[in-house]
C-alpha cells in the first residue's frame, strides 16, 4: 500500500520542554489512524506540525508526499484539519460557513453550492442553512466543522479530538461519519483521549511523553499487552508517563 | 470573606501569569508620565518666525535681537519684499513674520512714533494669538526700556509673583491631567474587558453558580485593578517628584486617598461598561474611543473651563477626570488640606456609589 | 484574487452582523465632532481678577475701570487682604491678585512714583504669563493717560510708542473650529482604524479560527489584504461623514479640494490600518491589544500637533512626533483645509504617508507566519 503520511524521528521542543521526542511512524492510504494519549502527552503538537502549523525542531516527516518544511503550502491543498477550539465562525451562517471555507479552498461557485446542499442534506440540517452557527447545539457544530474540513475533498483530514464534549449518540454519530469519509477513501488521521474510539480505528498508537509507546492495530496490542479493552492498554502504558497533565 | 479572599486570588494569578499585559500595564504609565510630563506644554517655543526687515538700522536690529533672544522665537528666515510672506506661510514652515516698515529708527528717534506690523499664520488660531501676544509683550517690553532711560515722572511700577509655579513648568499642570487620564482609562478599559471576557468565554457563569453573591464575583475582578493601579500612582508620583520635578507641597497621605477614590470610580464606570457590552470588542470601543477625547477635551488640563459655552461646561461637570484633577492640582501643587477639596471628593464618591448602583442594577437584570 | 473575494464576502457579513459595533463606529465620531471642538478655545481671556484695594481713591477707581473694560478680565472679588485674595486663588474662584497698595494716588502724584503687586496662579504658565503681560499693557497704558494729565508734553510726546498692528491670515476671524473639527476628525479616524483592525485579528487568534485559516493553502498576503480592504472602506466612509459635518455644522469647506483629502486619506488609512495589525501580531490577547492601541493612541493625540505645539517640544520630543502619522495628516489637513494647499503641496507629506503605509504593512506581513 502506499504510504501517505511519513514521519521520522519528528522532534519539537520548547525551549527546555521537548513536547514531542523522536516519533516516528508511516500511514497507509485510506487508513483511520489514532493518535492517542493523556493530555500533554504531545498529539497536537505532532499533529500541528503535521498540518504545517508548527514548524518541527528536527526529524523529518512527509505529508501526501510533500516534505513538511518546504512545501507546507502544498501540503495545505491536501489536507483538511478540525482543530480542538471550535473554529467556525459563530457569526456567520452554516452555509455561509461553508461558502467561505470552500471559497478559499478555490473551489467553484457550482460546486460550493452542490456539496452545501449534499452536506445539509447528509447532516438533516436543510432548515438550519440560514442560521448562525452559534445559535446551534454544540454536537451539530462539531459535525459542520467536520463536514467543513472535508469540503474540498482533501485525501487526508487531521482531527484534533472532534468528540472533545459531545453525548455518547452524537460521537456514535460522528464516527460514522468518520467511516463514511473512509469509504470515500480519505486518510484519517484522528487524536482522542477516548479509549473506545481507538476501537473504531485500523491502527493506533499511543503516546505518552512525548515518545509513541506502542503502534499497532487495536487488536493486537490487547493481545500484546493482555488487555480486554484499549482502556486495559492504555493503562498499563500511561502509568509510565511522568508528566503531569495540564 | 474566605470566598471572596479566593476569588482576588485567582484573578491575581491571572494577571500575574500574563506577563506581558502585566508589563504594558505598569511600564505604560511610566513612560507616558515621562514622554508628557517633558513633552507637552501650551506654551509655545521656539515658534519659527520670518522677519521682513525695510529700515535695516540700529534700533530694527536691537529690536530682532531682543525676538530672537526670547525662547519664543526663532527667526528662520529674512525677507526681502511682502510677496514672500506669503509664499513662506504656503510652505507651512514659518507662523508669524514681522514687518518693520522703512525709516523705522528716524520715527522713532523724531517723532517718538513707530510702527511694527505682525502676521500671523492663523490656521491654528491659538498659536497664531499667542505668537501674537508674545511678540506685543517683547515689543512693549522694549518700547518702556526706551522710556525708562529717559526717567519720565509719574511711573507706575509693577511688581510681578508667579504663584506655585515660578518656572512656569508645562508639567505642573499637565501632570496632574496624564495621570487622571492614565487612570481613568487603564481602570476603566481593564475591568470591562476582563468581565466582558469571561461573558465570551462562558467563564462567567460558572463563577454565578457559585455560592458567591454576583456583585461580589464581578468586585473581585476589579479588586487587584485597584492594587494595580496603587502601584502606577506610587510609580507616577515619585517619576513626577523625582524626574519632572512636580513638587508635593501637600499632605501625600490625602493625594494617595484622593487617587484610591479616583480609582474606584473608574472601577465603577468600568463595570458599568461591561454589563452593556457583548463583546470585548465594544468593551474596547466604549472605554477607549468613546472615553479618551472628552477626557482630554474636557477636563479642563488642556482647555480652559471657563472658555467653554455652557453646555459644554455643563458636561464636563460629568467628566470624573475633571473634579480629579481639581484635586490633585490643590493637594500636589497649591498645598492644600482636604478642607478645601471635600467638594470634589463628595462628587467622585457620588460618580462611584452612582455608578455602581447602576451596574449592579443593570447587572441583576441580565441575571433574571 | 477569488479567494480575496470570499474573505471580502465574509468580513463585510461578520461586520453588517455586529450592529453593536457598528453603532459605535458610526455614532461615537459623530457626536464626538459634533461635541468637542466647541471645547478646544484657548485663548487667554475670562481671566478672574480679584483686586485688593487699600488705597480706595478715584486712581485706583480709574484704573479697576480701564481694566474691566479691556474684556480679558472679570473682576468678581474685592478682597480686603492679599491673604484673603490668596484664599480666592486656593479655590479657583481668581487667577489674579492686584494688590493697590495704601496711598497709592498720593505716591504717584506727589513721589511722582508708585508701586503696584501682582500675584499670579502659575500652574498653567502659560495663561499665567499672558495674563500678567496684559494686566501690564493695560497700566502702562493709564500710566500715560495720568502722565499727560499732569504735564504739558511738548509736540511729541517723550514717551516712546511703538504701535503694534496684527493681522491672522488664512483664518482671519480666529475661528479655532476651523482647525479643530478637521484635527479631531483625524484622530477619530486613526482611533477607529487601528482599533478595529487590531482587535479583529486578535479575536479570531483567540478564537482558534485563524489557526483554520492558517491550514488552508491561502496565501498571507491575501488574507492581510482582505482584512484591511473592510476596515479601509468603513475609515473613508467616517471620513465621509466627518467631511460633511463639518460642512453642515461648522461651515468648513476646504480652500483645497476634496480630492486632495481623500488622495491623502486613502493611503494615510492603509497606514493607520496596518499599524493595527502590527499591533494584532505581536498582542496575543484582547486585552494587550487594547492596552498597546491605547498607549500609542495616547501618545499619537497628544503629540500630534493638534493640542500643544510641536516646535515647542524638546528636541527627542519633536522626533517622536517625525514617526507620529496623525501629526501628518493634521497638519496636511490644515493646509488643504485652511490654506487651499494641493496636491503638489503635500506631495512631500504623500510620500512620507506612503513610506509609514508600506513600513507597517510590510512589517505586518513579514511577521504574520502561518506556521509557528
Request: glycine share 6%; hydrophobic share 50%; proline share 4%.
Amino acid at each position: 500500500m502506499e504510504k501517505i503520511i511519513t514521519a521520522h524521528k519528528l522532534t519539537k521542543r520548547f525551549g527546555d520542554f521537548t513536547a514531542v521526542n523522536q516519533i516516528s511512524f508511516a500511514i497507509q492510504k485510506g487508513e483511520i489512524f489514532g493518535f492517542l494519549g493523556a493530555n500533554g502527552a504531545g498529539k497536537t503538537t505532532a499533529m500541528r506540525m503535521l498540518c504545517g502549523l508548527s514548524m518541527p525542531s528536527s526529524g523529518e516527516a512527509t505529508v501526501a508526499g510533500f516534505d513538511i518544511y518546504r512545501e507546507n503550502e502544498k501540503i495545505k491543498r491536501s489536507i483538511g484539519y478540525m482543530s480542538q477550539k471550535f473554529s467556525l465562525y459563530d457569526d456567520l451562517t452554516v452555509k455561509e460557513n461553508m461558502r467561505f471555507y470552500g471559497g478559499i479552498y478555490g473551489m467553484t461557485d457550482t460546486f460550493i453550492r452542490d456539496k452545501t446542499a449534499s452536506i445539509l442534506e447528509q447532516l438533516h440540517l436543510e432548515k438550519e442553512g440560514d442560521k448562525l452557527v452559534g445559535s446551534l447545539p454544540l454536537g451539530w457544530k462539531q459535525k459542520l466543522a467536520f463536514s467543513v474540513a472535508i469540503f474540498h475533498d482533501p485525501p487526508i483530514v487531521f482531527l484534533d479530538e472532534p468528540t472533545g464534549g459531545v453525548d455518547p449518540v452524537t460521537r456514535r454519530e460522528f464516527w460514522s461519519m468518520i467511516y463514511q469519509a473512509s469509504a470515500a477513501g480519505i486518510t484519517i488521521f484522528v487524536t482522542t483521549h477516548y479509549m473506545d474510539e481507538a476501537e473504531y480505528c485500523n491502527r493506533v498508537s499511543i503516546m505518552v511523553d512525548g515518545r509513541i509507546e506502542a503502534l499497532d492495530t487495536p487488536a493486537q496490542l490487547k493481545q500484546t499487552y493482555q488487555a480486554k479493552s484499549m482502556d486495559g492498554v492504555f493503562l498499563k502504558l500511561a502509568r509510565k508517563a511522568t508528566r503531569a497533565a495540564d | 470573606m474566605k470566598q471572596f479572599i479566593a476569588f482576588v486570588k485567582k484573578e491575581f494569578i491571572h494577571i500575574w501569569r500574563d506577563r506581558q499585559t502585566l508589563l504594558i500595564l505598569l511600564g505604560m504609565p511610566i513612560v507616558q508620565i515621562v514622554i508628557f510630563g517633558f513633552a507637552l506644554t501650551n506654551e509655545v517655543k521656539n515658534a519659527k518666525i520670518a522677519i521682513l526687515d525695510q529700515s535695516k538700522d540700529a534700533a530694527t536690529a536691537s529690536l530682532i535681537t531682543e525676538l530672537a533672544s526670547s525662547r519664543y522665537f526663532e527667526i528662520e528666515k529674512e525677507l526681502s519684499s511682502y510677496q514672500q510672506i506669503e509664499t513662506e506661510f504656503h510652505k507651512g514652515k514659518i507662523k508669524m513674520a514681522v514687518v518693520l516698515p522703512s525709516r523705522f529708527q528716524e520715527d522713532l528717534l523724531h517723532f517718538n512714533k513707530a510702527s511694527v506690523q505682525l502676521i500671523a499664520d492663523a490656521s491654528d488660531p491659538n498659536v497664531a494669538n499667542t505668537l501674537t501676544n508674545y511678540a506685543t509683550a517683547i515689543i512693549m517690553d522694549y518700547q518702556k526700556r526706551i522710556t525708562q532711560d529717559r526717567q519720565l515722572p509719574y511711573t507706575i511700577h509693577t511688581e510681578m509673583r508667579m504663584l506655585y509655579n515660578p518656572q512656569q513648568k508645562g508639567a505642573f499642570n499637565f501632570v496632574p491631567g496624564v495621570m487622571a487620564m492614565v487612570l481613568l482609562l487603564v481602570c476603566t478599559m481593564m475591568t470591562a474587558i476582563t468581565i466582558v471576557k469571561e461573558k465570551e468565554m462562558g467563564t462567567m457563569e460558572i463563577m454565578l453558580v457559585s455560592p458567591m453573591k454576583p456583585i461580589m464575583v464581578v468586585v473581585a475582578k476589579a479588586f487587584p485593578y485597584l492594587v494595580l493601579s496603587l502601584v502606577n500612582i506610587t510609580s507616577i508620583l515619585l517619576l513626577s517628584r523625582f524626574v519632572l520635578g512636580v513638587p508635593i507641597n501637600g499632605s501625600l497621605f490625602l493625594l494617595v486617598v484622593e487617587s484610591i477614590l479616583f480609582t474606584m470610580v473608574s472601577l465603577s464606570l468600568g463595570l458599568l461598561v461591561s454589563t452593556s457590552a457583548e463583546s470585548q470588542q465594544t468593551a474596547m470601543f466604549i472605554s477607549l474611543v468613546a472615553l479618551l477625547l472628552p477626557t482630554i477635551m474636557l477636563s479642563g488640563f488642556m482647555f480652559p473651563l471657563e472658555n467653554m459655552p455652557l453646555p459644554l461646561r455643563v458636561v464636563s461637570n460629568l467628566i470624573p477626570a475633571k473634579w480629579y484633577y481639581n484635586i490633585v492640582k490643590s493637594v500636589m501643587i497649591k498645598g492644600l488640606p482636604f478642607q478645601a477639596v471635600w467638594k470634589e471628593t463628595l462628587i467622585l464618591a457620588g460618580m462611584m456609589v452612582f455608578l455602581l448602583v447602576l451596574a449592579i442594577r443593570k447587572f441583576k437584570i441580565r441575571l433574571s | 484574487m477569488r479567494t480575496l473575494k470570499f474573505l471580502l464576502q465574509k468580513e463585510f457579513r461578520q461586520i453588517f452582523r455586529d450592529p453593536a459595533i457598528l453603532r459605535i463606529i458610526f455614532i461615537m465620531p459623530v457626536i464626538q465632532l459634533l461635541v468637542l471642538p466647541w471645547a478646544a478655545d484657548y485663548e487667554t481671556k475670562n481671566i478672574k481678577l480679584a483686586v485688593v484695594d487699600h488705597d480706595h481713591s478715584a486712581y485706583t477707581r480709574q484704573l479697576l475701570n480701564k481694566i474691566t473694560a479691556s474684556g480679558y478680565f472679570i473682576l468678581n472679588e474685592y478682597g480686603s487682604s492679599y491673604r484673603q485674595s490668596l484664599q480666592q486663588v486656593e479655590n479657583d474662584k481668581a487667577d489674579l491678585i492686584l494688590e493697590i497698595p495704601a496711598h497709592f494716588e498720593k505716591d504717584l502724584v506727589k513721589e511722582e512714583k508708585a508701586t503696584l503687586f501682582m500675584a499670579i496662579n502659575a500652574i498653567n504658565g502659560v495663561k499665567a504669563n499672558l495674563g500678567g503681560s496684559y494686566l501690564q499693557k493695560i497700566i502702562q497704558d493709564y500710566n500715560s493717560e495720568v502722565r499727560t494729565e499732569w504735564i504739558q508734553f511738548p509736540r511729541f510726546s517723550p514717551e516712546t510708542q511703538i504701535a503694534v498692528t496684527s493681522s491672522n491670515w488664512f483664518n482671519p476671524l480666529m475661528n479655532y473650529k476651523y482647525f479643530m473639527v478637521p484635527g479631531i476628525l483625524v484622530i477619530l479616524l486613526t482611533m477607529v482604524g487601528t482599533n478595529l483592525t487590531a482587535i479583529n485579528i486578535v479575536k479570531e487568534k483567540e478564537i482558534g479560527t485563524i489557526e483554520q485559516i492558517n491550514v488552508t493553502p491561502i496565501h498571507k498576503y491575501t488574507f492581510i489584504l482582505g482584512k484591511l480592504l473592510p476596515f479601509w472602506l468603513l475609515g473613508m466612509i467616517v471620513l465621509t461623514l466627518g467631511l460633511l459635518i463639518a460642512y453642515l455644522f461648522y461651515g468648513i469647506l476646504p480652500l483645497g479640494s476634496f480630492f486632495t483629502i481623500y488622495v491623502f486619506a486613502a493611503i494615510y488609512l492603509f497606514a493607520v490600518l496596518g499599524l493595527g495589525l502590527l499591533v494584532s501580531t505581536y498582542a496575543s490577547n484582547q486585552q494587550q491589544a487594547m492596552l498597546l492601541s491605547f498607549f500609542l493612541m495616547m501618545i499619537f493625540i497628544l503629540l500630534g500637533g493638534l493640542y500643544t505645539s510641536i516646535d515647542s517640544m524638546p528636541e527627542w520630543a519633536q522626533w517622536i512626533t517625525r514617526f507620529n502619522p496623525v501629526s501628518y495628516f493634521i497638519e496636511v489637513m490644515r493646509m488643504v483645509v485652511l490654506k487651499g494647499s494641493t496636491l503638489s503641496d503635500i506631495r512631500n507629506y504623500l510620500y512620507i504617508m506612503m513610506g509609514f503605509a508600506l513600513f507597517f504593512n510590510g512589517w505586518a506581513v513579514i511577521s504574520y507566519r502561518k506556521r509557528s
